[in-house]
Antibody
Framework: QVQLQESGPGRVKPSETLSLTCSVS?????????WAWIRQSPGKGLEWVGS???????YYNPSLKSRVTISLDTSSNQFSLILTSMTAADTAVYYC???????????????WGQGTLVTVSS | SSELTQDPVVSVTLGQTVKITCQGD??????ASWYQQKPGQAPILVIY???NRPSGIPDRFSGSRSGNTASLTITGAQAEDEADYYC???????????FGGGTKLTVL
């Protein structure tokens, strides 16, 4: 079955850049679907960060667009998130997920990675 | 509006039926999907495309839509259904993704 696993630093300093990778097994990231990052601040709800379509087209949350880059690495069957100028407000569990329904009349995320906590602190 | 609105807290008596709602303008164009999240765990998809259940999701979970409101219904709620539930859809452009604020379901 399809499985996703996030990796990256658990802590970054304010103003620094976060880099996370999502490793995908059981499905090729360049075959179909979109591949997404979603975050959840402690005790809060889910926030979509952005997605990359399997052909490389990207879509970003307008509130984060100036700081976010999401890309595919088809040779490693991974996709990555880069978030610049990190602040305490970016402290969250970051999930990667496969996104279905782009181009159709729905949006669904399944499956999800287990999530990785990123803390912004000096 | 580019938001999805959910009631923060809902409760249900064990074995009874409960409906969790999600309201937003985008729901007139796009179907909602629903996720269950238990403490310390990643969300899992329970309903997509308005009323489709992924493999392994019990049939007591169902979805519907009326106007700009989507609903998740649990028929015969079980203790293990106590969790946070989130809806999502695309925004009216179709390019971006929205999440509701979440509903904490308590099973009494």
């Amino acid at each position: 079955q399809v499985q996703l696993q996030e990796s990256g630093p658990g802590r970054v300093k304010p103003s620094e850049t976060l880099s996370l990778t999502c490793s995908v097994s059981g499905y090729s990231v360049n075959k179909d679907f979109s591949w997404a990052w979603i975050r959840q601040s402690p005790g809060k709800g889910l926030e979509w960060v952005g997605s990359v379509f399997y052909i490389g087209t990207t879509y970003y949350n307008p509130s984060l667009k100036s700081r976010v880059t999401i890309s595919l690495d088809t040779s490693s069957n991974q996709f990555s998130l880069i978030l610049t100028s990190m602040t305490a407000a970016d402290t969250a569990v970051y999930y990667c997920a496969r996104e279905g329904g782009r181009g159709w009349n729905y949006c669904s995320f399944d499956p999800w990675g287990q999530g990785t906590l990123v803390t912004v602190s000096s | 509006s580019s938001e999805l609105t959910q009631d923060p807290v809902v409760s249900v008596t064990l074995g009874q039926t409960v409906k969790i709602t999600c309201q937003g303008d985008s729901l007139t164009s796009y179907y909602a999907s629903w996720y269950q999240q238990k403490p310390g765990q990643a969300p899992i998809l329970v309903i997509y495309g308005n009323n489709n259940r992924p493999s392994g999701i019990p049939d007591r979970f169902s979805g519907s839509r009326s106007g700009n409101t989507a609903s998740l219904t649990i028929t015969g709620a079980q203790a293990e259904d106590e969790a946070d539930y989130y809806c999502n859809s695309r925004d009216r452009t179709g390019d971006h993704v929205l999440f509701g604020g979440g509903t904490k379901l308590t099973v009494l």
